[in-house]
């Protein structure tokens, strides 16, 4: 009697089933690479499915339009960053490791060679393309949030003087933003790691000792 429940299997020399999730996690990297090298709005979608080797149909019926594939890419690039972030927040940390958990995680996305590259991208083109810059703040949204629960959080917890939060969290993630603005400006040459981890501890400790409640 033959088994009519099993899933179907390719034949022999064909290559497997792959699962949507593998598929999309596909079209995002190839959408990623063709935005860095060759622009977002010379980047046609026929391009990203070729690259990831996926129809056009496939790529349409996984994602609606170019501007969300740019959007999945930074959201890809962000939870490689952010993984553990939360847990060392809401873990009890002392403020120092804590923030400077926060600030790392912050400084090894923004900082990165790709995120650099990714600013000036959309900085070139977003007057041409407003959606470009609609997907930047949207992706990024997540970052804000998380520098606002953490000063949210160690104000309640009586670590941090009172304040506007999202004022505070702003000027927390300029610590960081001025060293990627330096890099876009040629002033500096990207920090190395031994840079980037002393850029973060003084930081955070500048900050504390700035707004720690006494």
Not at 18 to 26: I, M, N, Y
Not at 103 to 109: I, K, M, P, R, T
């Given at each position: 009697m033959v088994d009519n429940t099993q899933a179907p299997?390719?034949?022999p020399g064909r290559p497997p089933l792959?699962?949507?999730?593998?598929?999309?996690?596909?079209i995002i990297?190839?959408?990623?690479?063709?935005?860095?090298?060759?622009?977002?709005?010379?980047?046609?979608?026929?391009?990203?499915?070729?690259?990831a080797g996926v129809s056009t149909r496939t790529?349409?019926?996984?994602?609606?339009?170019?501007?969300?594939?740019?959007?999945?890419?930074?959201?890809?690039?962000?939870?490689?960053?952010?993984?553990?972030?939360?847990?060392a927040r809401v873990a009890g940390t002392a403020p120092q490791a804590s923030l400077e958990a926060l600030?790392?995680?912050?400084?090894?996305?923004a900082l990165s060679e790709e995120a650099v590259r990714l600013t000036r991208?959309?900085?070139?083109?977003r007057q041409e393309v407003p959606?470009?810059?609609?997907?930047?703040?949207?992706?990024?949204?997540?970052?804000?949030?998380?520098?606002?629960?953490?000063?949210?959080?160690?104000?309640?917890?009586?670590?941090?003087?009172?304040?506007?939060?999202e004022t505070v969290a702003h000027l927390l993630r300029g610590a960081v933003n001025e060293a990627q603005r330096q890099i876009l400006l040629g002033l500096r040459e990207p920090l190395t790691p031994a840079e980037q981890h002393e850029w973060v501890k003084t930081s955070a400790a500048v900050f504390l000792e700035g707004l720690a409640k006494g």
């Open positions: 299997t390719r034949g792959r699962s949507d999730d593998e598929t999309r996690a596909l990297e190839a959408a990623a690479r063709a935005f860095l090298n060759t622009g977002y709005v010379r980047t046609g979608i026929d391009t990203i499915a070729r690259d790529l349409y019926r996984l994602f609606a339009a170019k501007e969300d594939l740019l959007k999945e890419a930074m959201e890809t690039r962000i939870d490689a960053a952010f993984g553990s972030l939360d847990a600030l790392s995680g912050y400084a090894n996305l991208l959309i900085a070139a083109e959606a470009l810059a609609d997907s930047y703040r949207q992706a990024t949204a997540r970052i804000t949030g998380m520098f606002e629960a953490w000063v949210r959080d160690h104000q309640q917890r009586g670590l941090l003087r009172p304040g506007n939060v």
